[in-house]
């Protein structure tokens, strides 16, 4: 039996409609019934392939977060075990996130990426080889005293790297 929840709009009472149409307090009578007519889905064969896909359509990004994850992790040599006692996530469900079973939630991301020393877009977005040089770890060694140059000695070395590139050989390189 399909059970109707209504509110009296005299005495404001929720109940469900009676047999009688009056409110069960006050015994005035209930708004009109509302029919909803729900349209029917067009079968199948007309939705096509991408209807159907699009209930998939995010599978293909959690599988890549999940990877990148994973290659981060290992990057960083570092066990699931390890990252999570740093990020304070199961390790089952750091298992199931890396092999695309679980979709983490923007909370989650961000626990991971803070144990992984990450901004959250490394999960979304590919890295490119400047991200990837950047994690060097000469690279690494070298931030702290980069940080203390000024624009003159910046610009030294950028001249500098320029004409190596060059000497070697090495495709035009745009170091500004």
Not at 63 to 81: A, K
Not at 119 to 139: K, M, Q, T, V
Request: glycine share 6%; with cysteine.
């Amino acid at each position: 039996m399909d059970r109707e929840v209504i509110r009296c709009k005299t005495c404001g009472l929720v109940q469900y409609r009676t047999r009688t149409g009056n409110c069960r307090r006050c015994v005035r009578a209930l708004p009109q019934r509302l029919e909803f007519l729900i349209p029917e889905a067009p079968p199948l064969e007309e939705q096509g392939e991408e209807a159907v896909s699009d209930k998939f359509a995010n599978q293909k990004t959690v599988e890549n977060i999940g990877q990148r994850i994973r290659q981060l992790r290992e990057s960083r040599s570092m066990t699931q075990s390890q990252l999570q006692s740093r990020s304070k996530v199961s390790r089952s469900y750091l298992s199931r996130i890396e092999s695309g079973q679980m979709t983490p939630s923007l909370g989650t991301l961000e626990k991971i990426s803070e144990a992984l020393n990450v901004g959250l877009n490394r999960f979304f977005i590919p890295e490119s080889d400047g991200e990837a040089l950047l994690e060097d770890p000469f690279i690494q060694g070298l931030r702290p005293f980069s940080q203390q140059l000024d624009w003159e000695q910046w610009q030294s070395i950028l001249k500098r790297l320029q004409a190596i590139s060059d000497h070697v050989g090495a495709a035009p390189v745009n170091l500004r």
